[in-house]
């Protein structure tokens, strides 16, 4: 039988004891997939229209518009909303970094943030402050940036005061990928670790969570909320998605999913909230990046043009499989 949409409860309600349900937004998805946001999520973070390239450009001129309309539609529908993202390395104009010493370039860390967190504030309730400071791999713990080029190792430490004198209410967050792979999850550990014990302002970890239908094994991300737990912070899950292609998968030529992926996915998605209701009383908040499967950052990463499927929705905004698996337990 077909599922009417009546008979669909609300993924936000279903989790409302649990953590709140995010999705990443735009301008035009949050017209496109107006009546699923409103009905499905309590939470929603901007894509990429609050990164540092989209909202200050070119240095003084801040270009708040996109930004504006999805606070103002988190506000119109009684939504949470997550900042992203205030420090990283990508989708940052040239002119911060250009010819900036130490100084010069905290002071322009510390003119951004406090523009961006004053303006969002009442409305913004967390951010991720630092995104993606550490290796994959190496020897090295922290990611070679320009960031820390000029500033030094500080400049993490730095962001997060700056952000906390800003805006005192707001929940500081570390956010990074590849969150659960054991080599990368203890230097994120040993770089939080050392941030809390120097009593630097950071109330919690985003684990993005890009994940597809194998990896990471649920016993390593098990292992990697335990760990970032034992450090008393919060736990988000920032970028949810699960892709339909694991990493060996070359197919660039479906138009549609298959069954077989339809049904892992659907098994993945079981499993990996099952995993997140243990831990719900560590993890308060779970943004998918994205909302439906008609639009996702995933096809055009890390293959261009090769669509993908990660969502609960299909792009129809249709339940999936998955979503049924995640709603009843
Ligand atoms: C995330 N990076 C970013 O946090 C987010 O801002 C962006 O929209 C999409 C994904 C994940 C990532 C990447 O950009 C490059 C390599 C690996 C992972």
Redesign the pocket.
């Known amino acids: 039988m077909v599922k009417t949409t009546v008979e669909v409860p609300s993924l936000s309600k279903v989790y409302e004891a649990s953590f709140h349900i995010g999705a990443a937004v735009n301008v035009r998805t949050i017209e496109s997939q107006k009546d699923l946001l409103r009905k499905h999520f309590n939470s929603i973070t901007a894509?990429?229209d609050m990164k540092f390239i989209e909202i200050q450009p070119v240095e003084g001129q801040f270009t708040f518009e996109k930004a504006d309309q999805l606070a103002a539609f988190a506000k119109e529908n009684g939504m949470k909303m997550r900042g992203?993202?205030l420090v990283w390395h990508?989708q940052t104009p040239e002119w911060v970094f250009e010819g900036a010493d130490r100084e010069t370039l905290l002071q322009r860390m510390k003119e951004h943030i406090t523009a961006v967190m004053n303006r969002y504030k009442g409305t913004i309730f967390c951010w991720d402050v630092v995104?993606?400071a550490v290796t994959d791999e190496g020897p090295e713990l922290l990611r070679s940036t320009k960031w820390l080029e000029i500033i030094g190792e500080d400049y993490i430490e730095k962001a997060f005061e700056f952000a906390h004198e800003a805006d005192p209410d707001a929940l500081l967050f570390y956010n990074d990928?590849n969150e659960s792979n054991p080599e990368k999850r203890e230097k994120i550990y040993k770089l939080v670790k050392s941030l809390v014990d120097k009593g630097v302002p950071i109330h919690g970890v985003g684990l993005?969570a890009?994940w597809n239908l194998v990896n990471p094994r649920l016993e390593d991300i098990r292992i990697a909320i335990e760990r970032y737990a034992s450090l008393g912070l919060k736990l988000h899950l920032t970028?949810l998605d699960v892709s339909v292609f694991n990493f060996e998968d070359k197919r660039t030529d479906l138009t549609e999913p298959t069954h077989k992926m339809l049904d892992l996915q659907a098994e993945r998605y079981q499993q990996i909230f099952q995993l997140l209701r243990e831990y719900r009383n560590h993890i308060t908040s779970v943004t998918f990046?994205g909302a439906a499967d008609d639009y996702t950052?995933l096809s055009d990463f890390p293959v261009k043009g090769r669509k993908n499927w990660p969502f609960l929705f299909d792009e129809n905004h249709q339940a999936k499989e998955s979503f049924w698996k995640v709603v009843q337990y």
Do not use: K
């Open positions: 894509e990429n992203h993202t990508n995104n993606e990928y993005q890009h970028e990046w950052w």
